[in-house]
């Protein structure tokens, strides 16, 4: 399942019995809530039983409720035009844009990096290169990179190798454009290559590149190798984004076992000032629910 689609199915399941009527984002507008002093950031679809379906009317929503980040892992696929208009949307509210994923079609899911063949190669940098232009019309500095599947015709080293080779490649397009690849270690599918953090870190120190660091997704990590804190301090100085969702279930902090007030406290105190994407599901349906997500977040943000 492609992750934009993972996260519009898993955030609008209430939208069908949702109530009618005028949506907040065409009420006038209301005093914003108090920003949250972390830059959590929110996605399409995470606000649209209170703000509407338009991203550009959510994104709005989101900032007079706090937030002052978003992310959005099919940015790729919008048009040239609603790229800009969500740049532009986001430079006039003084709000950041998180990562989006490079790939043209979701090839990552189905190919791999793993294999050293030079059509994977000549199609991830393809996609680079236009990366870079999406980056600049949405004013993103992150894009999250996914390597493949494991190839199990070659050993865990030769793979990593072909990893390594490609990632330089890739690198090298985008460190004048400034843009950081971020790869995503994942616990999603057995098949995926990438899924530890000391795996990503190696790669990371391998490839050598300021374009070239780590995506920390707690939710992933959480399910792979637990022990957050500690391995989160173990690789830090390859880190260059984190991603939330509570475990089990992949639903907002408070509703699993994972206590992210002390999470958010420590990589603070360490001097993240980066944006930690939302990029998990809403425990409840409907406006009450994205309201509670909202709460949830008052809870856990920095004191």
Known sequence: MKRRNFLRNSLLAGTATAMTGTSLASQPSQKPEQAFKMLFGTHDGMFENNAGKNFIDQIKWAYDQGFRAIEDNGMMSRSPEEQSK???TLAKLGMKMGVFVITSDNWHWKVSLTTGKQEFKDKMLADCKKA??????CNATHATVVPGNYERTLSFDMQTANVIDA????AEVLEPGKLVMVLEPLSDNPDLFLRHSDQTYMICKAVNSPSCKILFDMYHMQRNE???I???DRVWD????FQIGDNPGRKEPTTGEMNYKNIFRHI?????RGILGMEHGISKP???GELALIKAYREVDLA
């Open 268 to 272: 603070n105190e360490k001097g993240y």
């Open 226 to 228: 637990g022990n957050i």
């Open 230 to 232: 500690a391995n989160i």
């Open 238 to 241: 390859e880190i260059g984004y």
């Open 167 to 170: 990632l330089k490649r890739g």
């Open 86 to 88: 969500i740049g532009d």
């Open 132 to 137: 870079l232009e999406v980056a600049k019309r």
């Open 286 to 288: 409907g406006k009450d």
